[in-house]
């Protein structure tokens, strides 16, 4: 293992071999639901056939791709494209490269100011494919929420929440299939336990490699000590145990994926553990991060170098 912090350095990847302008089509060959039972949340994992085009072999793990969904918006324009993180290893479903897939959760909600069903566009067209059907593709996309070049040299901390999940299961497929001996900690948050995704698959992991850690968190069905909700963010202060010597470490990078919330609580959280080394600070921050507020830290504290970010 290495003593000494390892520049975090990325291989050149494609972006945008396939434009707006000049999209792919490809045939869906799966859409299967994987959230389970009652849950109230439909969550789909979707797999495309990119064999014989420019994407064949070309999307590394932690990128998307772009879905130009068909139709009109109100405005009588084209609607407009949509991004999903591939949720495949770099080599595909297939292990060719031909095979990718993504993981997408319909947007199904009331209308805030009229209290009428309000359905995503894109994610419902997305879903309600069916194998065979054909789906306009542009990209890849992304150039930093990627893997580094000799990936197994690194320690990881991945906190996902939702479909934020997808770049992850990628990762650690690409990062287990290249023999990973270092430690990787997957952070995932959902709100009910029917909204598990992949869990047989990362269970499968952990339960092979010691060096694999798969910690959930159930939003409404968990709460913590001091009636707080069990968000991934507080995984830094309730499994400090586990977290904090990967941490301590040089070589461990931090990616964040899914909803914007709980980035400013990972960075305080962060900080509240003395890991001030993975934050740049724009202005001095009170001593004590326990007092600093969301405002505070959108302004003033941004990620360091070994810390990824991709939320919405
Ligand atoms: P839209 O029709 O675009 O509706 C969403 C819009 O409607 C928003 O502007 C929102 O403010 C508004 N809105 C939402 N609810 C209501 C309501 N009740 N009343 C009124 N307005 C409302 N998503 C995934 O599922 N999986 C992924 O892997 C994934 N990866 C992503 C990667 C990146 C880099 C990015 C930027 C986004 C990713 N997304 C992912 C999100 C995805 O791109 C879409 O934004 C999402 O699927 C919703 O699109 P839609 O067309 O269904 O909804
Ligand atoms: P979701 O089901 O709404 O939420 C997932 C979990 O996060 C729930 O348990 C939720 O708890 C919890 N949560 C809510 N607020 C939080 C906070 N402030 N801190 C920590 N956890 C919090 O998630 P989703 O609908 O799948 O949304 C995922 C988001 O990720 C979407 O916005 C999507 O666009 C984005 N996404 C981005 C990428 C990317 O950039 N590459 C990829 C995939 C998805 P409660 O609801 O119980 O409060």
């Known amino acids: 293992m290495m003593e000494v912090a390892e520049k975090v350095v990325f291989d050149k990847v494609n972006i945008n071999l396939y434009s707006k302008k000049n999209p792919v089509e490809v045939p869906v060959l799966e859409n299967k639901i994987i959230t389970s039972g009652k849950s109230p949340n439909f969550i789909r994992h979707i797999t495309f056939d990119v064999s014989g085009t420019l994407l064949e072999n070309n999307i590394v793990c932690g990128q ?11 405005k009588g324009k084209p609607h407009k494209l949509r991004l999903y993180s591939v949720s495949s290893p770099s ?53 930093r929420f990627l893997l580094p070049k000799n990936a197994t040299d690194f320690n990881y901390v991945f906190f996902a929440t939702g479909t934020g999940i997808a770049p992850f299961r990628g990762m650690v497929k690409e990062l287990f299939d290249k023999g990973m001996t270092n430690d990787v900690v997957l952070i995932f948050g959902c709100p009910y336990r029917t909204d598990f995704l992949y869990e047989d698959y990362f269970n499968s992991i952990a339960n092979k490699y010691s060096n694999f850690n798969y ?13 707080s909700p069990n968000y991934v963010q ?8 586990l977290l904090n010597p990967i941490l301590e470490k040089e070589n461990t990078l931090v990616y964040i994926c899914g909803l914007k919330g709980m980035e400013y609580d990972i960075y305080r959280n962060l900080a509240v553990q003395g890991f001030d080394s993975y934050l740049n600070f724009k202005k001095q921050m009170d001593a004590n991060p326990a007092n600093w507020s969301w405002k505070d830290i959108k302004s003033n504290v941004k990620p360091a170098e070994r810390v990824f970010v991709e939320t919405y």
């Open 91 to 143: 080599k595909g479903e297939d292990g060719n490269g031909k095979l990718y897939s993504t993981t997408v959760k319909r947007l199904i909600d009331e209308n805030w100011n009229s209290g009428d069903l309000f359905t995503g566009v894109c994610s419902n067209y997305l879903a309600s494919l069916k194998p065979g059907d054909t789906v306009r593709l542009t990209g890849p996309s992304g150039k």
């Open 215 to 227: 910690l959930v968190c159930v939003s409404r069905e968990e709460k913590r000590r001091d009636g």
């Open 64 to 74: 998307s791709i772009g879905v130009l969904p068909p139709g009109f918006d109100h």
């Open 234 to 241: 507080c995984k830094l202060i309730d499994e400090s145990p």
